[in-house]
């Protein structure tokens, strides 16, 4: 493995981990108050758009990444969906 | 330009634009209550590397865009930063 590999690979680890510890704050708190629901829609529909590419591409790398990525993105974007519409019934004036 | 080509920009694309909603959202609401510091502190370090890894390869389209994820990264990083240093200076015993 050069020494270009082990940056790709450091970069693909941090962009991929990163977004446990949201989901995990995410899941604890319930609270999405500062989330962008545009933000999460967009990132899921891209990373799914990633795994279709990595599945074409028969990237192995590619495609683990990206289903992690996407299991923890749709977990953020389905919490953020669900305090939405429980605001909106609370508050149907909004 | 193929069809895998096509799909791959999309991809690129929509992961690379969906943090613009979430810069705005925090640079109009200044709350970044929900938002994780450890994954913008991981992801900006993250979209960093794949920054140097395109710099390595030459490859424009990986550059361009993630100099665009990474100035909106540390927008939202930054404001997360400096938001949990006020709440601790407001609130010392936290």
Chains 1, 2 share one sequence.
Do not use: E, H
Not at 8 to 17: L, N
Not at 46 to 67: E, F, H, R, T
């Amino acid at each position: 493995m050069s020494g270009i590999d082990i940056l790709g690979f450091c970069a693909a680890f941090c962009t991929t981990i990163s977004f446990l510890p949201q989901a995990i704050k995410v899941i604890r708190s319930r609270d999405t108050s500062s989330l962008s629901l545009a933000m999460y829609s967009i990132f899921t529909i891209g990373v799914s758009l990633w795994l279709a590419y990595g599945l074409y591409k028969q990237d192995l790398a590619m495609i683990i990444a990206n289903i992690i990525t996407l299991v923890l993105a749709t977990i953020i974007l389905a919490t953020k969906i669900v305090n939405d519409v429980m605001v909106k019934r609370n508050n149907p004036a909004q």
